[in-house]
């Protein structure tokens, strides 16, 4: 966040990701006026949605069937191709 950045690499960065100076700078000041209590909060609630949030997501392993794997039930194979 507060390391030496190079005009090229900054200006790249700029293009790439449409984040200026003035916004860089605003994020920047805006991280640093947290104080101890906000953090503490913050915490407080992501633990409370993660207590209250069902576990849900999606992952792509591989090769649809291979020799290594041990068939079970706790896995659903989806062909992400033919979605």
């Not at 576990?55 to 020799?67: M, N, Q």
């Amino acid at each position: 966040l507060d390391c030496p950045v190079s005009a090229g690499s900054r200006g790249l960065q700029a293009f790439l990701t449409g984040i200026d100076d003035e916004k860089r700078q605003a994020h920047r000041e805006l991280l640093f006026s947290v104080d101890e209590a906000a953090v503490k909060k913050a915490a407080e609630q992501l633990k409370h949605q993660l207590e209250q949030s069902v576990a849900l997501g999606r992952a792509v392993l591989g090769p649809k069937e291979t020799s290594k794997w041990t068939k079970t039930n706790d896995w659903s194979l989806f062909d992400l191709l033919q979605q």
